[in-house]
């Protein structure tokens, strides 16, 4: 006989210990969310009993994951919230909630605008028009369409990059595709310096960490099919698959078979982002020689504060990119302490989370302004907007200051 | 990744060992799979309140002799009588290094109140906290007893009871919270570190000031819910100036500041130092070459693995799940190494919860210097501390901190002793 409650996560394990309440940063601000204990595995239990014991007000949870990064059980209470979401809620999602998570549908039509579509985005009248019909809130900053989307970029340079004696794969990521180029231009700079070629994967799609948030778990599960499919074929061809982007990481080897329950198994040890590649190849491999690399001679030491992100925080990594920036010469770098900086990627857009979202980062921004530093660092695109929306300061990838201190 | 010394478990035991190794110049790296037991402490650290035979202990030094006669494998007798003075003295200053304030001694108890208002000898205590020298000896006639509205980890019925026993007058007062915020008549999820960052904005406390002043009246005392001081570790003595009265706090329900705070300042110390820790990670696999460890790897770094030279398993005990208890078997999941149980699970636990619980005495077996062993043989670069060890009851002998901290601190010195013969 099949057991009719049957739970496909470790709700069980949970000693009601109530250190993830804790931790999460959205109950320190907002006492309508039940948190991540009462949200998670406790109402688990009433749900599998009956699907209408499902509370809406699980909406607030932000999927930072940092309830099971403090868990002394291992119970995946971030995964449980989710899961409950895409499974039991009853609310449809908006039109709004479409525009913020079809990254790919929104970005390939924005490019070839993207002069009039930043302009017009930046406009008050438009800020205000978007608050009060599709309640987006009027006080964020939309990140800036490129004109040239960086796989035209990339594809231009084809020849070049296939004359390295090794080559990758790199996941871009909808942000440096549409909206930052740059920062893969520093990706291509630093491999290369490397003696890595960089390609495209077959097919990438948007690694759907937004869709799944704004419940949209039949398309989010589509595109990961789409880039599994192309992760395995370069893994195939002996490519390792790298990625600049932490959330897109974390979604690709955990939230794929988590919470989308598509099987990773055997290619998530090759995805990887470029901060742990390179601590990785440097101690593995004789040809990734950090002497021959020449860095630019500052003078007077650059004061770095690096901020880890919820999401390189879950993935445990935030090792390697401090110690990427610790190989440049002269920098200074102080840790931030573990806060959140409250955007929870499309999350702070929306007008009802805003000033939850400001009040979540203010512990992060107050230490950044009171710093005296001259730049902050982070491996996130959606902490770097949040960032640079909220205090004086600069926010860089960990790539970027690399590439920016090699010499031409 | 290499390190020097590699640390499975970062709480008291895992953080006092990293912090005494990083000053003495080793590169340590934490490993911790979640937040630690610590976050659970009523504000004090226990050295030793009982012997096993049940009888009350004042002099924890004295105490040894007799300790010694009842359970010759205790972990403090393997320690030694000197060592354990010499010990107990280094980890206060640990503490307070690490701006932990404490107070007491290991030359005598002092007494603290539990959060069921219950008196309990103890060794350290937060300077913040009400103690005494004497059982059931407070200095105050009179006091205002201080609750917040819908705060539900702090039971002031017990204390009141308990003063009133004692004949000291108790005044009640209740606040809301919502008048305390900045933002006013904002709700408010009244838990222990909510309230605690509300305090830690100056303008909340001054209105907390405000509303509060007027009921203290000729009160000598103003006594709180110990849920204060998450950032600013010496608010106590603020409120204390700006009311114009002694103000302390008693222990709540956990999760609790002062354990929360202690666990971040340890961290923070460790950090300073110079050492990394790894949060949130799970040691997976780990390899041994002839009796030595020689790499681990974890879930969160994968095909990366870890090599150190040495090696310290403080993985606590059953709720950290340093120890897995199975349908017979009691094991260490991480490096298999020998568990001293008892083989009849009939025998494991008491019917009465209040009882002694012999799985509380559960745990890893070791030799004379705290080297882990399995199948019968010492793991030369493993050493073992804290909760993980066997032969100690910590609820019942009121022992759990004192053996955290000083078969740590044994360990560390124990690695750096090696390494100067070597």
Same mark, same amino acid.
């Given at each position: 006989m099949e057991s009719i409650n049957k739970s496909d996560n470790n709700f069980e394990q949970c000693l009601k210990c109530t250190i993830c309440t804790v931790y999460c940063p959205v109950l320190a601000v907002n006492p309508d969310f039940p948190g991540p204990k009462h949200g998670g595995p406790d109402q688990e239990r009433l749900r599998l009993k009956m699907p209408s014991f499902y509370d809406e007000a699980n909406k607030y949870c932000m999927n930072c994951k940092r309830c099971e990064v403090a868990c002394p059980s291992n119970v995946r209470v971030g995964d449980i919230i989710q899961k409950a979401k895409l499974k039991y809620s009853r609310h449809k999602p908006s039109l709004r909630d479409f525009f913020l998570s079809h990254t790919d549908l929104v970005g390939t039509l924005s490019s070839p605008f993207a002069p009039i579509v930043n302009k017009v985005l930046s406009w008050d009248v438009t800020k205000q028009v978007m608050d009060t019909t599709i309640h987006v809130d009027k006080h964020r900053i939309f990140p800036e369409y490129s004109h040239e989307k960086f796989v035209s970029w990339l594809e231009k340079q084809a020849g070049e990059q296939k004359k390295f004696a090794h080559q990758l794969c790199y996941f871009h990521g909808c942000y440096v595709n549409y909206n930052f180029p740059q920062l893969g231009k520093d990706f291509v700079k630093v491999m290369n310096a490397f003696g890595y070629g960089v390609q495209l994967l077959e097919k990438e799609k948007c690694c759907g960490v937004a869709l799944i948030s704004n419940g949209f778990a039949g398309q989010a599960r589509r595109q990961g099919e789409v880039n599994l499919r192309s992760i395995r074929k370069a893994v195939s061809e002996n490519m390792p698959v790298v990625a600049t982007s932490s959330t897109c990481t974390m979604t690709i080897r955990d939230e794929y078979p988590h919470? +989308?329950? +598509?099987?990773n198994a055997d290619v998530r040890d090759h995805v990887e982002l470029a901060t742990r590649f390179i601590y990785r190849m440097i101690n593995e491999s004789k040809d990734f020689d950090l002497s021959k690399l020449k860095f630019i001679q500052r003078g007077h030491p650059l004061k770095i504060a690096y901020h880890t992100p919820c999401h390189l925080e879950k993935l445990g990594w935030e090792y390697y990119s401090i110690e990427l920036l610790r190989m440049i010469p002269d920098v200074e770098i102080t840790v931030l302490k573990p806060n959140c900086c409250g955007i929870g990627g499309t999350y702070g857009f929306k007008k009802e989370n805003y000033e939850n979202a400001q009040k979540i980062g203010e512990p992060l921004f107050r230490e950044i302004e009171e710093g005296g530093f001259d730049l902050v660092v982070t491996d996130c695109e959606t902490c770097k907007w949040q960032i640079e929306m909220s205090t004086s300061k600069k926010c860089k990838h960990p790539i970027t200051v690399f590439a920016e201190a090699l010499t031409e | 990744m290499i390190f020097d010394t590699i640390i499975i478990g970062g709480g008291l035991s895992g953080l006092t060992c990293g912090i005494h190794l990083q000053k003495a110049g080793k590169r340590c790296v934490i490993i911790s799979s979640g937040q630690s037991a610590l976050h659970f402490s009523s504000g004090s650290f226990d050295l030793l309140n009982t012997l096993p035979d049940g009888r009350s202990v004042s002099d924890p030094v004295q105490s040894l002799d007799e300790l010694q006669v009842q359970n010759p494998s205790h972990p403090y007798i393997k320690i030694g009588k000197t060592d354990f003075i010499r010990l107990a003295e280094k980890s206060q200053q640990l503490l307070t290094d690490a701006s932990i304030s404490v107070g007491g001694s290991y030359q005598r108890n002092h007494y603290r109140l539990t959060p069921f208002a219950i008196t309990k000898p103890t060794w350290l205590t937060m300077t913040d906290y009400v103690s005494s020298d004497q059982p059931d000896s407070l200095p105050w006639k009179n006091v205002c007893l201080v609750h917040f509205t819908g705060y539900l980890d702090f039971h002031p019925d017990f204390f009141q009871g308990k003063f009133q026993e004692l004949g000291i007058k108790v005044q009640n007062v209740e606040l809301d919270l919502t008048k305390v915020s900045i933002r006013k008549n904002t709700p408010l999820e009244v838990r222990s570190t909510n309230i605690a960052r509300l305090f830690d904005n100056e303008e909340a406390l001054d209105n907390f000031v405000r509303l509060l002043a007027h009921k203290v009246g000729d009160a000598d005392a103003v006594l709180l819910p110990a849920c204060l001081g998450l950032e600013r570790t010496n608010i106590v003595n603020i409120l204390s100036r700006k009311l114009g009265v002694e103000v302390k706090l008693l222990a709540t329900f956990p999760p609790t500041v002062s354990g929360i705070r202690a666990q971040y300042l340890l961290k923070q110390r460790f950090m300073q130092l110079g050492g990394t820790y790894m949060l =949130?990670?799970?040691?997976n696999k780990v390899d041994f070459e002839n009796n030595h460890i020689s790499k681990i790897f974890t879930v969160n770094h994968g095909n990366i693995p870890l090599r150190g030279e040495e090696y310290v398993l403080? *993985? =606590? *005990?059953f709720f950290s799940e340093g120890l897995v208890a199975l349908p017979n078997d009691v094991v260490d999941p991480i490096c298999g190494l020998d568990v001293d149980y008892i083989s009849d699970r009939k025998e494991w636990f008491a019917s009465d919860v209040f009882d002694q619980q012999n799985y509380e005495s559960f745990g890893i077996r070791t030799d004379e210097t705290f080297h882990g062993i399995k199948n019968g043989q010492a793991i030369s670069n493993l050493h073992v501390c804290g909760a993980s060890l066997s032969a100690f009851n910590a609820l019942k002998e009121g022992c759990g901190g004192g053996v955290s901290m000083l078969t740590a601190l044994y360990v560390a010195e124990d690695i750096l002793r090696q390494k100067e013969n070597k």
């Open positions: 919470i +989308l329950n +598509l099987k | =949130g990670d799970t040691v403080c *993985s =606590g *005990s």
